[in-house]
């Protein structure tokens, strides 16, 4: 890491822009930084800091006031730092929090900070690569350096920037402390992983262990339960297993034995009763066969009678066809003829009492008797000029159909006119009334347009009144402001002239004293330096409290501050006394109830044209508005009286269309109210006169059906063998009846077949008379089963618990070699994580990561004792102290100072000023040169050292020198900050820092701008 280049403004002493430009010292290797105490050298590390990690040493646990007491209102405050990480280069700009006026001028408000990082995609790192922004507020920013930056800001203060103050703190740190910026320093996060792991594997073998027991004994007491074992349980062995395994073999042997006895008596009892059960089968079914073989028998003439009628009923089925024929066709005549004595009547205009009386008479008459007085062909005739008629009515029907539509037309037509000349009316009315409105507008438009067009003079002069005001405000603040400063001003002339005659007081006493002074030199029998008489008879006497050389020093020092003092009273009171007549010569001498009063006025006026400006683009729509409303109703008014014209004409030729129509229809109407009437009458009597023609047809059809039925029923009688009619329906049966009777006899023929087929059965020939009795044989079959089962059960049993037990044997084989294996490696891993945890046996109680540590640290020490032995003469190295610490506190990271004048070892505390301030230069520069030799460490390539050499004697200065000259070698870039004037000579590489007249700093040697 390396420091570039810095730029800042209005940070601490510095109000005008300045720029160092670091590499330019490259080199050089060291440069100075000097200047007055006050001026501002440790201010460039605040802003190097402050850049970095939004933070300043000088400044912890206070608040952070950056901005310079110097800087007006308009400046600005910023710090921009360009520095590189491993090969890239990055800009960050940040700027703090601080108040500044409001954009009204009125108060103060607190502005944000901000910051800003880049990164130089130029890998040459020239300035002629363009800069790419990474982030550009402060908390990203933040977030991104926390990633680029190796190192965080205490660690920085103690290896790269050495501050006032801290210059010592990691020689002096405490173990934890030094370890945190080591671990950094050298990555060596990964060994505390390290550590961390091995204790989690630890636990997790130790966990492995306990489950692995665990398992054990629940398989033990799985075991036991096989077993049938409730005693109390040893510790779990593999020989236990094993006992167990075959206490419980031999068990299931002697039931397999047993289960094999019972199924041998089973099977011979089941035989037996088996035998028994045939036998007694064979002797039911015979004597069921005999029973059913006897009762077929004696039904016999039943079944003969049954068959005969099943004949009859067959022949009488096949004559039913004909007699239901003949049945339908008399039916059917006597409905025709019934349908015909109707219509007759109808035509004839007969009552329906009437009409239903001659269609009885007519029903017992021959069909001669019931002939129509008129004949088809006549009918027909009739029918004929029926038709005639009906089509000549065909248009006019057509017209009274359409007559209410019409009439419907012509209402809607007279209410389209009537709506229509009210729409006009209103359009007219509306079309008459928008001129007005637009005039209206036109005038409120134009107003507000010349009032608008004086906004920017209401603006200039709201402006103008507002600086007076200001100004007014301004005379009477600076008013107490200056009697202030003029009474500081006087009370600072009274002090400076006090000390002046201090000082002539002082200066006096001291001359006066010169005459003492010498007397106190005489020596009896020597001459006097002033006289050169060897006899002194009467010496000068002095007085009680003689002047120093330093009284005389501290009373001219004090004129100086009190005449610093006065000066700067005096600027104070000639700044307050110039803004005060700019004030005053703003307010052109009116008091400030007159400019608050012309400030009112101006504020109104710009708010009423303000207000106009508003108004403008409402007033021109609506202006728009009116006119384009206008145009349409002009338009719209046209349009509606198109529409009524339109509406009348149609309306007219409507209702002339109706008069037409209803003249035609008053003539085909004739004596009924309408057309329709006519029609319908009509067609009434063409419906008569063809139902009667339908009528006579049909009576003429169903009587020459009715003989054709008859003739076939004689034939068919006669050819079946029944006398008559009655004779063939009284034999009939249904198709019901006839199944059942077929069922019945069917079923008889086939019990019968089979009580013989039984009876005449082989293995029914020899049994035995009296029934066989089968109880006793199947209660010592049932028994043998129960014997079966019990010994079968308890077999499966003992065989399902030996394969049970197997497994637990060989999943308990399986846990005693794994835990052997996993209490192996626990052992191992235990004392491996007790080793680099710091635990026993680790007698240093030194944890891995400080193990590692330390031996950087040793490396540091090493680093560092070449330097420190040069600028101690070798009487001084550091020591690696890796003794427990007190109350067994773990170590590994202690240091300690070994002087060789006592040849022992003391704490680093025990150091003075100057010794510490070398060790901790030592120690610093050893750090440095061991990180960055590491690889994969973090490259220091800039370090900064804040004053301490002040403490150095000459001789020990000289060789401090010589030590930081050494490091121009390894390319570092080194920055002193410093008031011993020889150090001046010794490094010509310098920034000097130098206060102005009006009190802020400036840099020069930086490549500084201001």
């Given at each position: 890491m390396?420091?570039?280049?810095?730029?800042?403004?209005?940070?601490?002493?510095?109000?005008?822009?300045?720029?160092?430009?670091?590499?330019?010292?490259?080199?050089?290797g060291?440069?100075l930084?000097?200047?007055?105490?006050?001026?501002?050298?440790?201010?460039?590390?605040?802003?190097?800091?402050?850049a970095?990690y939004?933070?300043?040493?000088r400044?912890?646990?206070?608040?952070?006031?950056?901005?310079?007491?110097?800087?007006?209102?308009?400046?600005?405050?910023?710090?921009?730092?360009d520095?590189?990480?491993?090969?890239?280069?990055?800009?960050?700009?940040r700027?703090?929090?601080?108040?500044?006026?409001?954009k009204?001028?009125?108060?103060?408000t607190?502005?944000?900070?901000?910051?800003?990082l880049?990164?130089?995609?130029?890998?040459?790192?020239?300035?002629?690569?363009g800069?790419?922004?990474?982030?550009?507020?402060?908390?990203?920013?933040?977030?991104?350096?926390?990633?680029i930056l190796?190192?965080?800001v205490?660690?920085?203060?103690q290896?790269i920037?050495?501050?006032?103050?801290?210059?010592?703190?990691?020689?002096?740190?405490?173990t934890?402390?030094?370890r945190?910026?080591?671990?950094?320093?050298?990555?060596?996060?990964r060994?505390e992983?390290?550590?961390?792991?091995?204790?989690l594997?630890?636990?997790g073998?130790?966990?492995?262990?306990?489950?692995?027991q665990?398992?054990?004994?629940?398989?033990?007491?799985?075991?036991?339960?096989?077993?049938?074992?409730?005693g109390?349980?040893a510790a779990?062995?593999?020989?236990?297993?094993?006992?167990?395994?075959?206490?419980?073999?031999?068990?299931?042997?002697?039931?397999t034995?047993?289960?094999?006895?019972?199924?041998?008596?089973?099977?011979?009892?089941?035989?037996?009763h088996?035998?028994l059960?045939?036998?007694?089968?064979?002797q039911?079914r015979?004597?069921?066969?005999?029973?059913?073989?006897?009762?077929?028998d004696s039904r016999?003439?039943?079944?003969v009678?049954e068959r005969?009628?099943?004949?009859?009923?067959?022949?009488?089925?096949?004559?039913?066809?004909?007699?239901r024929?003949?049945?339908?066709?008399?039916s059917?005549?006597?409905?025709a003829?019934?349908a015909?004595?109707?219509?007759?009547?109808?035509?004839?205009?007969?009552?329906?009492?009437?009409?239903?009386g001659?269609?009885?008479?007519?029903?017992?008459?021959?069909?001669?008797?019931?002939?129509s007085?008129?004949?088809?062909?006549?009918?027909q005739?009739?029918?004929d000029?029926?038709?005639?008629?009906?089509?000549?009515?065909?248009d006019a029907?057509a017209?009274?159909?359409?007559?209410?539509?019409?009439?419907?037309?012509?209402?809607?037509?007279?209410i389209?006119?009537?709506?229509?000349?009210?729409?006009?009316?209103a359009?007219?009315a509306?079309?008459?009334?928008?001129p007005?409105q637009?005039?209206?507008?036109?005038?409120e438009?134009?107003?507000?347009?010349?009032?608008?067009?004086?906004?920017?003079?209401?603006?200039?002069?709201?402006?103008?009144?507002?600086l007076?005001?200001?100004?007014a405000?301004?005379?009477?603040?600076?008013?107490?402001?200056?009697?202030t400063?003029?009474?500081?001003e006087?009370?600072?002339?009274?002090?400076?002239?006090?000390?002046?005659?201090?000082y002539?007081?002082?200066?006096?006493?001291?001359?006066?004293?010169?005459?003492?002074?010498?007397?106190?030199?005489?020596v009896?029998?020597?001459?006097?330096?002033?006289?050169?008489?060897?006899?002194?008879?009467?010496?000068a006497?002095?007085h009680?409290?003689p002047?120093?050389?330093?009284?005389?020093?501290?009373a001219?020092?004090?004129?100086?501050?009190?005449q610093?003092?006065?000066?700067?009273?005096?600027?104070?009171?000639?700044?307050?006394?110039?803004r005060?007549?700019?004030?005053?010569?703003?307010t052109?001498?009116?008091?400030?109830?007159?400019?608050?009063?012309?400030?009112?006025?101006?504020?109104?006026?710009?708010?009423l044209?303000?207000?106009?400006?508003?108004?403008?683009?409402?007033?021109h729509?609506?202006?728009?508005?009116?006119?384009?409303?206008?145009?349409?109703?002009?338009?719209?008014?046209?349009?509606?009286?198109?529409?009524?014209?339109q509406?009348?004409?149609?309306?007219?030729?409507?209702?002339?269309q109706?008069?037409?129509?209803?003249?035609?229809?008053?003539?085909?109407r004739?004596?009924?109210d309408?057309?329709?009437?006519?029609?319908a009458?009509?067609?009434?009597?063409?419906?008569?006169?063809?139902?009667?023609?339908?009528?006579?047809?049909?009576?003429?059809?169903?009587?020459?059906?009715?003989?054709?039925?008859?003739?076939r029923?004689?034939a068919?009688?006669?050819?079946?063998?029944?006398?008559?009619?009655?004779?063939?329906?009284?034999?009939?049966?249904?198709?019901?009846?006839?199944?059942?009777?077929?069922?019945?006899l069917?079923?008889?023929d086939?019990?019968?077949?089979a009580?013989r087929?039984?009876l005449?059965?082989p293995?029914?020939?020899?049994?035995?008379?009296?029934?066989?009795?089968?109880?006793?044989?199947?209660?010592?079959?049932?028994?043998?089963?129960?014997?079966?089962?019990a010994?079968l059960?308890?077999?499966s049993?003992?065989?399902?618990?030996?394969?049970?037990?197997?497994?637990?044997?060989?999943?308990?084989?399986s846990l005693?070699?794994?835990?052997?294996?996993?209490?192996e490696?626990?052992?191992?891993?235990?004392?491996?994580?007790d080793?680099?945890?710091?635990?026993?046996?680790?007698?240093?109680?030194?944890?891995?990561?400080?193990?590692?540590?330390?031996?950087?640290?040793?490396e540091?020490v090493?680093?560092?004792?070449?330097?420190?032995?040069?600028?101690?003469?070798?009487?001084?190295?550091?020591?690696?102290d890796?003794?427990?610490?007190?109350?067994?506190?773990?170590s590994?990271?202690g240091?300690?100072?070994?002087?060789?004048?006592t040849g022992?070892a003391?704490?680093?505390?025990?150091l003075?000023?100057g010794?510490?301030?070398?060790?901790?230069?030592?120690?610093?520069?050893?750090?440095a040169?061991?990180?960055?030799?590491?690889?994969?460490g973090?490259?220091?390539?800039?370090?900064?050292?804040?004053?301490?050499?002040?403490?150095?004697?000459?001789?020990?200065?000289e060789?401090?020198?010589?030590?930081?000259?050494?490091?121009?070698?390894?390319?570092?870039?080194i920055?002193?900050?410093?008031?011993v004037?020889?150090?001046?000579?010794?490094?010509p590489?310098?920034?000097?820092?130098?206060?102005?007249?009006?009190?802020f700093?400036?840099?020069?040697?930086?490549?500084?701008?201001?």
């Amino acid at each position: 890491m390396k420091i570039l280049r810095l730029r800042l403004a209005g940070f601490g002493p510095y109000k005008d822009e300045q720029l160092v430009d670091f590499e330019r010292f490259d080199s050089d290797g060291i440069f100075l930084i000097s200047g007055k105490t006050g001026a501002g050298k440790s201010s460039i590390l605040d802003a190097i800091c402050f850049a970095l990690y939004n933070q300043v040493p000088r400044f912890d646990g206070s608040e952070l006031k950056l901005r310079s007491d110097h800087c007006e209102a308009g400046d600005p405050t910023f710090v921009e730092l360009d520095f590189s990480v491993n090969q890239s280069r990055y800009r960050l700009r940040r700027s703090p929090a601080y108040e500044r006026p409001k954009k009204n001028q009125v108060g103060v408000t607190t502005a944000a900070p901000t910051a800003v990082l880049q990164v130089l995609d130029d890998a040459d790192g020239s300035d002629s690569g363009g800069w790419r922004g990474i982030a550009a507020k402060p908390g990203a920013v933040g977030h991104e350096l926390d990633t680029i930056l190796p190192l965080k800001v205490d660690q920085f203060l103690q290896v790269i920037l050495l501050a006032q103050n801290r210059f010592q703190r990691f020689l002096l740190a405490k173990t934890e402390e030094r370890r945190a910026v080591l671990r950094t320093l050298f990555n060596t996060g990964r060994f505390e992983q390290l550590e961390a792991a091995l204790i989690l594997r630890r636990k997790g073998l130790d966990e492995q262990l306990a489950t692995s027991q665990r398992d054990l004994e629940q398989d033990q007491t799985a075991a036991a339960q096989l077993l049938r074992d409730e005693g109390p349980l040893a510790a779990p062995t593999a020989g236990w297993f094993a006992a167990a395994q075959h206490d419980l073999a031999g068990q299931l042997d002697a039931a397999t034995i047993e289960q094999a006895r019972t199924v041998a008596e089973l099977t011979a009892a089941t035989d037996r009763h088996q035998s028994l059960l045939q036998t007694e089968q064979r002797q039911l079914r015979r004597s069921a066969a005999a029973s059913a073989l006897a009762a077929l028998d004696s039904r016999q003439d039943d079944i003969v009678r049954e068959r005969s009628d099943l004949q009859n009923a067959a022949r009488a089925a096949r004559v039913w066809p004909q007699v239901r024929a003949r049945h339908e066709a008399a039916s059917a005549l006597a409905a025709a003829e019934s349908a015909l004595a109707a219509a007759q009547a109808q035509r004839a205009g007969d009552r329906p009492a009437e009409i239903a009386g001659a269609g009885a008479g007519a029903a017992g008459r021959s069909r001669s008797d019931v002939a129509s007085p008129e004949t088809l062909g006549q009918l027909q005739l009739v029918i004929d000029g029926l038709l005639g008629r009906l089509g000549a009515l065909e248009d006019a029907l057509a017209d009274e159909l359409a007559l209410p539509g019409l009439d419907n037309e012509i209402a809607e037509l007279l209410i389209e006119q009537l709506e229509g000349t009210r729409a006009l009316d209103a359009a007219r009315a509306q079309a008459d009334a928008l001129p007005e409105q637009i005039e209206a507008i036109t005038a409120e438009y134009s107003a507000a347009q010349l009032a608008a067009a004086r906004q920017p003079d209401t603006m200039i002069a709201l402006d103008r009144a507002t600086l007076t005001l200001e100004a007014a405000q301004t005379v009477t603040r600076l008013g107490s402001v200056l009697l202030t400063a003029q009474q500081a001003e006087l009370t600072a002339s009274g002090d400076n002239a006090d000390a002046a005659a201090h000082y002539e007081s002082v200066l006096a006493r001291r001359f006066s004293g010169f005459a003492a002074e010498l007397a106190t030199r005489l020596v009896t029998g020597d001459a006097c330096a002033v006289c050169g008489s060897t006899a002194h008879p009467q010496p000068a006497l002095g007085h009680d409290d003689p002047v120093t050389t330093h009284d005389l020093n501290t009373a001219r020092s004090t004129v100086t501050d009190r005449q610093g003092q006065l000066l700067v009273a005096q600027n104070a009171v000639q700044s307050v006394d110039l803004r005060l007549a700019e004030a005053r010569a703003l307010t052109s001498g009116r008091d400030a109830a007159t400019i608050t009063a012309e400030h009112d006025a101006a504020t109104a006026a710009h708010r009423l044209a303000d207000r106009a400006t508003a108004t403008l683009p409402d007033l021109h729509a609506r202006l728009a508005q009116l006119q384009s409303t206008m145009t349409r109703a002009a338009t719209s008014v046209d349009q509606l009286r198109g529409q009524r014209d339109q509406a009348s004409t149609a309306h007219a030729f409507k209702v002339s269309q109706r008069e037409a129509i209803f003249g035609r229809l008053a003539a085909q109407r004739g004596e009924f109210d309408s057309v329709r009437g006519q029609a319908a009458h009509l067609h009434d009597e063409l419906t008569q006169a063809r139902t009667l023609a339908t009528a006579l047809s049909v009576v003429d059809e169903c009587g020459a059906a009715e003989d054709a039925a008859q003739s076939r029923l004689a034939a068919q009688l006669a050819e079946e063998a029944f006398t008559d009619e009655a004779a063939a329906l009284a034999a009939r049966l249904d198709q019901p009846e006839i199944e059942r009777r077929t069922s019945a006899l069917r079923v008889h023929d086939d019990g019968l077949a089979a009580a013989r087929a039984t009876l005449a059965q082989p293995d029914l020939a020899d049994l035995p008379t009296e029934p066989v009795d089968v109880v006793p044989a199947a209660a010592a079959a049932a028994a043998a089963s129960t014997a079966r089962d019990a010994a079968l059960t308890w077999q499966s049993s003992l065989v399902d618990r030996a394969g049970i037990l197997s497994a637990i044997v060989r999943r308990v084989g399986s846990l005693f070699a794994a835990s052997a294996q996993l209490h192996e490696m626990q052992q191992q891993v235990r004392q491996l994580a007790d080793v680099v945890h710091g635990d026993e046996p680790n007698t240093k109680r030194m944890r891995l990561e400080n193990y590692v540590l330390a031996a950087q640290l040793e490396e540091i020490v090493a680093a560092a004792n070449i330097r420190l032995r040069t600028m101690t003469s070798g009487r001084y190295t550091l020591e690696h102290d890796d003794s427990l610490a007190f109350g067994g506190a773990r170590s590994g990271l202690g240091l300690a100072i070994r002087d060789e004048y006592t040849g022992r070892a003391r704490p680093t505390h025990s150091l003075s000023g100057g010794e510490t301030f070398l060790a901790s230069l030592a120690l610093a520069l050893g750090l440095a040169e061991v990180v960055t030799g590491q690889a994969g460490g973090v490259t220091l390539d800039t370090l900064f050292v804040d004053e301490g050499f002040g403490s150095l004697d000459g001789e020990t200065l000289e060789t401090a020198m010589s030590t930081l000259d050494s490091l121009r070698a390894g390319g570092r870039t080194i920055g002193l900050i410093s008031h011993v004037d020889s150090m001046k000579e010794q490094i010509p590489a310098t920034l000097r820092i130098v206060v102005t007249d009006r009190g802020f700093s400036e840099i020069e040697g930086g490549d500084a701008m201001g």
